[in-house]
């Protein structure tokens, strides 16, 4: 059961504001085979966490593995909105912003497999990098 603080910030249309550095990663041997998680900053309190089908607002930075930037809500100014734990964005996504403090920033390198898979997304991200 979530907190009625958590309740009150899902009625209110905006539960987390976050950034996440957002890689993608080859299907090579050594590379990232499973979903890693890197906490950058996390505020002293956190009163309000991120569940599935809670509505969120990420600003990003999607890189290659070479550290080629593919997409970025920063550069726009305009973070992404979306229902965790839909399947509006990639399940590295979902998955990775899952427990997400109000205000945390969060590195997440993500599989091919929990990203855009063995197509890629072209032009931008080509196949099993993601």
């Not at 080859?26 to 966490?49: H, M, N, R, W, Y």
């Not at 969060?106 to 898979?117: E, V």
Request: glycine fraction near 14%; include cysteine; proline fraction near 5%.
């Amino acid at each position: 059961m979530r907190s009625s603080a958590s309740s009150a910030m899902k009625a209110a249309g905006l539960l987390v504001l976050l950034a996440v550095l957002a890689s993608v990663y080859a299907k090579k041997s050594g590379d990232v085979t499973e979903l890693q998680i890197g906490v950058k900053f996390k505020p002293k309190t956190c009163d309000v966490q991120a569940h599935k089908g809670d509505k969120i607002k990420v600003h990003y930075r999607g890189k290659l593995t070479d550290g080629t930037v593919f997409d970025s809500s920063f550069e726009r100014g305009d973070p992404i909105e979306f229902e965790l734990g839909s399947g509006q964005v990639i399940p590295g996504w979902d998955q990775g912003l899952l427990g997400a403090c109000v205000g945390e920033k969060r590195k997440l390198k993500i599989p091919s497999k929990l990203g855009y898979g063995d197509n890629g997304s072209p032009p931008k991200i080509p196949g099993m990098l993601s």
